[in-house]
């Protein structure tokens, strides 16, 4: 009787224990799992944080656009419309291009400096007439107006700008090694090299392949 005892005191304790470690693994669990979604939240609000800063932004920046299209905007397209044809001859434009918009960007409103170009945002009614003003302007290469320099530009989005960008340096190379060359759209280099087109979608490949500029003999696109 006291050996039967003994053993269901046993049995006893190893149930105690056995719920206990089973408690401690269910816990254990249940706190990697809140651990685990607290990071997630945490990850989430970063990311909600940025993007309400993203609208904050575009908000802004819409706001402005409208705001500075009904102060200058019949002006400024007014402007446009005399502007090209001066630039890009009238025997190209006997009639004005029909201007949608047109308006300065907003950073280079609030804080003109002396001298800095003044970048205009200009949006055509007509495709065709966007194609031909990019066509004869990258014929003509040199513009001006009234002994000012004009640059006509496509509106690219801010990536694909940032993208354009990581050519400059290779681009500066190959001004001084007196190679012309090209930035296709999006983001792609071509140059001549031998007598044939030779392209590049990446910036490092475009630096290893011209680093030593100085033994390039000048090409032309």
């Avoid at 046993?10 to 249940?30: E, F, G, L, P, R």
């Avoid at 320099?149 to 354009?164: A, H, L, M, Q, T």
Wanted: proline share 6%; net charge positive; glycine share 4%.
């Amino acid at each position: 009787m006291h050996l039967q005892t003994k053993n269901k005191e046993v049995n006893s304790v190893t149930y105690v224990c056995y719920i206990c470690a089973k408690d401690c693994n269910d816990w254990w669990n249940s706190w990697e799992r809140v651990s685990n979604n607290e990071d997630d939240v945490a990850t989430l609000q970063k990311r909600v944080s940025e993007l309400e800063k993203d609208n904050a932004y575009l908000k802004e920046k819409a706001d402005d656009q409208e705001n500075r299209k009904s102060a200058e905007g019949r002006d400024m397209v007014a402007f446009i419309q005399r502007l090209i044809p001066t630039l890009l001859g009238r025997e190209n434009f006997p009639t004005a291009p029909m201007v949608e918009r047109a308006h300065r960007t907003p950073a280079h409103i609030s804080t003109p400096r002396p001298g800095r170009p003044r970048p205009i945002l200009v949006k055509l009614l007509n495709f065709q007439d966007k194609v031909k003003i990019m066509r004869l302007a990258r014929e003509r290469e040199t513009l001006s107006w009234e002994g000012a320099r004009i640059s006509i530009y496509p509106d690219f989005s801010p990536e694909v700008v940032k993208r354009r960008r990581e050519f400059d340096n290779v681009k500066k190379k190959l001004r001084v090694a007196n190679i012309k060359y090209s930035l296709q759209y999006p983001s792609t280099l071509r140059v001549i090299v031998g007598g044939k087109p030779k392209h590049f979608r990446c910036p490092k490949e475009a630096e290893a392949f011209f680093r030593d500029t100085s033994s390039l003999p000048g090409q032309e696109t």
